[in-house]
């Protein structure tokens, strides 16, 4: 079952990287690194990657893995040095499928934005 989270988690982050239309060399070191440290193989990361726009985000059920998604998905976003209007909407729609109200999503966006910049020397 824990593979299942692990692995839907995972497509998601894929998804939101491949909203803008492309996915960057930053992203693809991003994804790497993630799928790196969840125990996900090289061949099925390039697979993912290779089917990017086909996948459907699925929603966690748990309020905190709802929280740590979004904060992974803002984090990814960012990684490329700017927050493309298709990677904010598509986390946008996300948060609120997910009944994060706006004012909560935008308030975890600002956290994690900051945290993200002080970390980064930005």
């Given at each position: 079952?824990?593979?299942?989270?692990?692995?839907?988690?995972?497509?998601?982050?894929?998804?939101?990287?491949?909203?803008?239309?492309?996915?960057e060399?930053?992203?693809?070191?991003?994804?790497?690194?993630?799928?790196?440290?969840?125990?996900?193989?090289?061949?099925?990361?390039?697979?993912?990657?290779?089917?990017?726009?086909?996948?459907?985000?699925?929603?966690?059920?748990?309020?905190s893995?709802?929280?740590?998604?979004?904060?992974?998905?803002?984090e990814?976003?960012?990684?490329?040095?700017?927050?493309?209007?298709?990677?904010?909407?598509?986390?946008?729609?996300?948060?609120?499928?997910?009944?994060?109200?706006?004012?909560a999503?935008?308030?975890?966006?600002?956290?994690?934005?900051?945290?993200?910049?002080?970390?980064?020397?930005?």
């Open positions: 079952m824990l593979e299942h989270i692990k692995l839907a988690h995972f497509r998601n982050l894929i998804s939101l990287s491949a909203a803008d239309g492309k996915i060399e930053l992203e693809r070191v991003a994804l790497a690194k993630i799928a790196y440290e969840k125990g996900i193989p090289l061949d099925r990361l390039n697979l993912m990657l290779d089917r990017a726009d086909e996948y459907k985000f699925l929603i966690p059920l748990d309020d893995e709802k929280e740590k998604q979004l904060a992974d998905m803002i990814l976003a960012l990684v490329d040095g700017e927050f493309a209007p298709a990677e904010r909407e598509l986390i946008n729609i996300v948060g609120e499928k997910l009944g994060v109200s706006k004012e999503l935008d308030k975890l966006i600002d956290t994690v934005t900051a945290a993200y910049r002080q970390a980064n020397g930005q």
